[in-house]
């Protein structure tokens, strides 16, 4: 590494995927600059001001907005990010936007009209969610109310989601780009209880539920009610069927196969992190 080596920015890059991005470019001995509200300078999305400091000698950047580029305002913000990284020199934006979602389409949109070279890393559910994020209460609980009904989704990991970002990151030929990553089989929520549960040797139960009953088992539990209806609405707008599907993008860009979901429980299981409360 140089001084001249480019520098770049991972937002969220505390997160489920940002902090997996940061640890992939420092294994390559790349600059990194970890946007947060922690760091030094601070990042926060919902204060402008801190994001011509973040930027400066800046890249490329790993656009992760928070706390999802589905939820409402996402775009809006987005847009201003981007537009004011072009105007900081940045020259690639990597977005990771969720599949399907509206709001992450005008993200996308947002993204390919800055004028900087960009790609996107569109994810569905992040297998992660059920042990670094609201899912891990419940699991620890016993019971998993969703409001999802049935409905199958290829659970996708977020070390593949970070790897093909670092790989877009740091690689020729991802520019102009769209990779959706997915898990390597498509799982429905009662399987992936059910595959918890056998290797845990837990009584574990899904629950479907209305997003009313959703939303409330949330704020019951502490969650703002602003969050925890922009979830509901966002978890019932995309959980109808249109991501069940497969895609060949971790094999594509990485040369491997996708992590499967049972190799990823054996090995949280195996930390202690689900068990009963």
Known sequence: MTSTTPTTLVLA?????????VSGLRARDLPVRVGSRSAEPPFDWRDDTTWAPALRGVDSVYVAF????????????????????????????????????????RCEQAVRDSGAEWTIVRVGFITQNF?????????????????????????????DIADVAVAALTE?????????VTGPRLLTFA????????????????????PEQFVSSLTRGGVPAEYATQLTDLMVEV???????????????????????TEYVRKTAATGIWSAS
Do not use: M, Q, W
């Open 13 to 21: 890059g505390t997160g489920k995927t940002g902090r997996r991005v």
């Open 66 to 105: 928070y706390p999802d580029a589905a939820f409402p305002g996402a775009a809006k913000a987005v847009g201003s990010f981007a537009e004011l990284a072009v105007a900081c020199g940045v020259r690639h934006l990597v977005l990771l936007a969720d599949r399907g979602a509206a709001e992450a389409e």
């Open 131 to 159: 042990s670094e994020a609201f899912l891990v209460e419940p699991i620890r609980a016993g019971v998993i109310a969703l409001p999802v009904g049935d409905v199958a989704e290829p659970f996708t990991d977020a070390e």
């Open 172 to 180: 020729d030929g991802h520019a102009g780009r769209i990779h959706e």
């Open 191 to 210: 399987d992936a209880v059910g595959e918890i549960a056998r290797v845990t040797r837990r009584e574990l139960r899904y629950l479907p539920v209305t």
């Open 239 to 261: 959980f109808d069927g249109r991501r069940a599907n497969l895609t060949d993008t971790v094999e594509r860009v990485l040369g491997r196969p996708p992590r499967d979901f």
